[in-house]
């Protein structure tokens, strides 16, 4: 029972993660044209298009059969509830372009940014958002490092060498479509065809091999198939590990967390009915964005109709470091797979009867306790970029 389970949530989780691929890229062409309008002060129109993918009759089948396996199963709490996720996931990819229907199903798996921080508190994310963009003075950092070349320096060895430290055979692939800066699937980082700043550069690395693949190789080696495949709200809470680690080794900026707010502004506003030219304007004119930043921050929110996945990056990154910095976790035990805040009770259980087991991979950041202003330690303070390709262990 429990192997076929662990197949059904699999082949849903395949065919959910078609969303993600289907809304990841753009035309760069498209994206120029859109950053030298809001450069003119224009009103930018996007002309995108975007095609639903159907979902084979076989795939929705499954769903009844693994709901019923899952309430007669030992680690039903978690299975279920993910499943519940997974039905959203794949009537959303069926929806794509067509706003009515995609902008709720987002906002039900994703928020909208206007959610309270933490329960029983009076700020929302949106508040967080607009007091880091008070804050946070802009800066540009040179774009010095490439995606991959013959030069000594790129963003592919930096990703390989993360990942030999901690024991990860991984790949890395250069995506010229990709609308994000880097993503990660089962095995691999695809990264953009682009020039990275040296800081960007070790941040993404942290944030991709550091976060999202250790703890997905941390899942497949767990006996239940539910940590592989992320429990539910995991997606988002594992947004805010690679987030925390990126603090912990120094590498969260006041421009990546000004990234962060604009996100969010962003995407409140898509929920909100703005359109997708009057937002890129106010985060240029009101906020200080530049131009292409803009294009970047709104492309991401209004992609496929509003399948914005952006709200959660600021939120989960808040409530993951309140969690870990009072002691009511670890990034360790948030790594055992792909694991949730609200799944730690039920991983809990499982663990104590012997059916989850430690992390088989860790980075030396996660291992690390204690937090200081900014979430940065003298020992923890980034290294030259020269010095992480040969001692990775030292960001």
Same mark, same amino acid.
């Given at each position: 029972?429990?192997?076929?389970?662990?197949?059904?949530?699999?082949?849903?989780?395949?065919?959910?993660?078609?969303?993600?691929?289907?809304?990841?890229?753009?035309?760069?062409?498209?994206?120029?044209?859109?950053?030298?309008?809001?450069?003119?002060?224009?009103?930018?129109?996007?002309?995108?298009?975007?095609?639903?993918? $159907?979902?084979?009759?076989?795939?929705?089948?499954?769903?009844?059969?693994?709901?019923?396996?899952?309430?007669?199963?030992?680690?039903?709490?978690?299975?279920?509830?993910?499943?519940?996720?997974?039905?959203?996931?794949?009537?959303?990819?069926? *929806?794509?372009?067509?706003?009515?229907?995609?902008?709720?199903?987002?906002?039900? #798996?994703?928020?909208?940014?206007?959610?309270?921080?933490?329960?029983?508190?009076?700020?929302? !994310?949106?508040?967080?958002?607009? $007091?880091?963009?008070?804050?946070?003075?802009?800066?540009?950092?040179?774009?010095?490092?490439?995606? +991959? *070349? &013959?030069?000594?320096? &790129?963003?592919?060895?930096?990703?390989?060498?993360?990942?030999?430290?901690? %024991?990860?055979?991984?790949?890395?692939?250069?995506? /010229?479509?990709?609308?994000?800066?880097?993503?990660?699937?089962?095995? +691999?980082?695809?990264?953009?065809?682009?020039?990275?700043?040296?800081?960007?550069?070790?941040?993404?690395?942290?944030?991709?091999?550091?976060?999202?693949?250790?703890?997905?190789?941390?899942?497949?080696?767990?006996? #239940?198939?539910?940590?592989?495949?992320?429990?539910?709200? *995991?997606?988002?809470?594992?947004?805010?590990?690679?987030?925390?680690?990126?603090?912990?080794?120094?590498?969260? &900026? /006041?421009?990546?967390?000004?990234? #962060?707010?604009?996100?969010?502004?962003? +995407?409140?506003?898509?929920?909100? %009915?703005?359109?997708?030219?009057?937002?890129?304007?106010?985060? !240029?004119?009101?906020?200080?964005?530049?131009?292409?930043?803009? !294009?970047?921050?709104?492309?991401?929110?209004?992609?496929?109709?509003? =399948?914005?996945?952006?709200?959660?990056?600021?939120?989960?990154?808040?409530?993951?470091?309140?969690? =870990?910095?009072?002691?009511?976790?670890?990034?360790?035990?948030?790594?055992?797979?792909? =694991? *949730?805040?609200?799944?730690?009770?039920?991983?809990?259980?499982?663990?104590?009867? %012997?059916? =989850?087991?430690?992390?088989?991979?860790?980075? &030396?950041?996660?291992?690390?306790?204690?937090? +200081?202003?900014?979430?940065?330690?003298?020992?923890?303070?980034?290294?030259?970029?020269?010095?992480?390709?040969?001692?990775?262990?030292?960001?």
């Amino acid at each position: 029972m429990q192997a076929e389970l662990d197949v059904a949530l699999r082949r849903l989780h395949e065919t959910a993660r078609l969303l993600v691929g289907s809304t990841t890229h753009g035309d760069p062409a498209e994206r120029q044209r859109l950053i030298e309008s809001v450069a003119r002060g224009g009103h930018a129109k996007p002309c995108w298009e975007w095609r639903r993918v $159907d979902v084979d009759r076989e795939i929705w089948q499954r769903l009844a059969p693994a709901r019923q396996n899952s309430e007669d199963n030992e680690a039903g709490a978690l299975y279920l509830p993910r499943l519940e996720e997974l039905e959203t996931e794949l009537l959303l990819l069926e *929806s794509l372009g067509r706003t009515k229907q995609v902008r709720p199903m987002a906002a039900r #798996l994703f928020g909208t940014g206007g959610e309270r921080l933490f329960d029983g508190a009076e700020q929302t !994310v949106l508040d967080a958002a607009h $007091d880091i963009l008070a804050e946070a003075s802009p800066e540009e950092e040179p774009k010095t490092i490439p995606a +991959t *070349s &013959n030069a000594d320096i &790129n963003l592919r060895d930096l990703m390989l060498a993360y990942a030999k430290h901690v %024991g990860l055979h991984i790949a890395v692939r250069v995506d /010229p479509h990709l609308i994000a800066n880097a993503a990660v699937g089962e095995r +691999t980082v695809f990264i953009a065809d682009r020039m990275f700043g040296a800081h960007e550069a070790q941040r993404l690395a942290t944030h991709e091999v550091y976060g999202h693949l250790v703890s997905a190789y941390n899942g497949r080696t767990q006996p #239940l198939g539910i940590f592989a495949i992320g429990t539910a709200s *995991s997606y988002g809470d594992q947004e805010g590990v690679a987030i925390c680690l990126e603090e912990l080794a120094g590498f969260l &900026n /006041p421009a990546r967390r000004r990234t #962060l707010a604009g996100r969010l502004l962003a +995407t409140y506003a898509m929920h909100a %009915g703005v359109s997708f030219g009057d937002v890129a304007q106010t985060l !240029v004119d009101e906020h200080d964005f530049s131009p292409t930043e803009s !294009v970047t921050l709104c492309t991401r929110a209004f992609r496929a109709g509003g =399948v914005a996945r952006d709200a959660f990056y600021l939120a989960s990154w808040l409530r993951v470091r309140r969690a =870990v910095s009072r002691g009511e976790t670890s990034l360790a035990e948030l790594q055992l797979g792909k =694991v *949730s805040l609200a799944a730690l009770p039920e991983t809990r259980r499982l663990a104590a009867e %012997g059916r =989850v087991s430690q992390p088989t991979y860790l980075s &030396n950041l996660a291992r690390r306790r204690g937090w +200081t202003e900014e979430g940065t330690r003298s020992d923890t303070s980034p290294p030259s970029l020269a010095t992480s390709l040969t001692r990775v262990d030292a960001t």
